[in-house]
T-cell receptor, first 111, second 113 residues
């Protein structure tokens, strides 16, 4: 079983819809991150959390929100999806802010 | 200027070649430096940490040059299986002492027979 699990793996949605991407981990790490990856742009940080109830904006947080319901869960929401949010989304965890452990990614398409 | 810059490549090399990638970072206060490897459509995975003293792991050697603000990755005796995208990661101060892993765009390596 994967230590960092993202659901769904793939999602196609329409413009204006609200969607949620889930991330859960069994590694016991306090730090969790959401990144998006676009071709040619690398991974860009959306939000991060160092503990339950700790939420911090990353470099591209507009149009996104997150929830850290428990140490093991960190959800990313798109309140009203738009086509330029089409991307590959990765959740990652870290014990000490050094090494990142990634989930398998969620491929989101907004039509 | 992007905080972490890499040449996207692709670097196209024959098996057995030696290839080197550089990555520059803009914030001199950056802490902790890493190379990650990402296969096509897969998640990034840690390849190695990077230290000023240099570190080696088999055919891979990483080096940090703080004065010039760059890190390097050297791959000797390239294998077909080394074909991937190599991501440079630097921990950058986001807000008041919170150092966050920040990625370069990645360098694509293609090793051919």
């Amino acid at each position: 079983d994967a230590d960092v699990t993202q659901t769904p793996r793939n999602r196609i949605t329409k413009t204006g819809k609200r969607i949620m991407l889930e991330c859960s981990q069994t590694k016991g790490h306090d730090r969790m991150y959401w990144y998006r990856q676009d071709p040619g742009l690398g991974l860009r940080l959306i939000y991060y959390s160092f503990d339950v109830k700790d939420i911090n904006k990353g470099e591209i947080s507009d149009g996104y929100s997150v929830s850290r319901q428990a140490q093991a869960k960190f959800s990313l929401s798109l309140e009203s999806a738009i086509p330029n949010q089409t991307a590959l989304y990765f959740c990652a965890t870290s014990a000490d802010g050094q090494h990142l452990h990634f989930g398998n990614g969620t491929r989101l398409t907004v039509t | 200027r992007k905080e972490v810059e890499q040449d996207p490549g692709p670097f196209n090399v024959p098996e057995g070649a030696t290839v080197a990638f550089n990555c520059t970072y803009s914030n001199s206060a950056s802490q902790s430096f890493f190379w990650y490897r990402q296969d096509c459509r897969k998640e990034p995975k840690l390849l190695m940490s990077v230290y000023s003293s240099g570190n080696e792991d088999g055919r891979f050697t990483a080096q940090l040059n703080r004065a010039s603000q760059y890190i390097s990755l050297l791959i000797r005796d390239s294998k077909l299986s080394d074909s991937a995208t190599y991501l440079c990661v630097v921990k950058v101060d986001r807000s008041g002492g919170s150092y966050i892993p920040t990625f370069g765009r990645g360098t694509s390596l293609i090793v051919h027979p």
